[in-house]
């Protein structure tokens, strides 16, 4: 019996620590080159004060350069491009042509990301978010 404690004892102060991260993990490095390839997205929230979708596909050079090609719930769409840059902690910022700027918080692979509208042109009351996820390279 005595040995049984013994191992159940052993056995709950080892096991956690096959979950703990590694003492040294290096952190993830991101730079413009982490967002490369095609990835689709869809957006919701509100856009001057009244509910919005929107869905579409961004295309990310690896350089800084974006095409974007889009359709929204009130009927607008159309094809732009818009400019991003992304730091080694991999946070990024979008700019497109009308003022409006997204931040963005990606995977160290690129595959995937998160974003919200951070500013939206003069005063449109808008806050919208969504994901985008890598489809092809």
Not at 64 to 93: H, M, N, P, Q, W
Not at 95 to 121: E, H, K, N
Request: charged share 20%; glycine share 12%; aromatic share 8%.
């Amino acid at each position: 019996m005595a040995a049984r404690c013994r191992l159940l004892g052993l056995s709950l102060a080892v096991v956690p620590l096959l979950w703990a991260p590694p003492l040294h993990a290096k952190p993830p490095s991101c730079s413009n080159a982490t967002l490369k390839g095609t990835y689709l997205y869809s957006s919701n929230g509100v856009l001057d004060g009244k509910p919005y979708a929107e869905s579409g596909r961004e295309v990310y050079d690896g350089q800084g350069g974006i095409v974007l090609s889009f359709r929204g719930s009130d009927g607008a769409g159309g094809t732009e491009r818009a400019s991003y840059s992304v730091s080694a902690d991999c946070i990024g910022k979008a700019v497109y042509p009308d003022g409006q700027s997204a931040v963005s918080f990606i995977s160290p692979d690129g595959s995937r990301f998160s974003y919200t509208i951070i500013r939206a042109p003069g005063d449109r009351r808008t806050s919208l978010s969504g994901w985008e996820i890598r489809v092809a390279p």
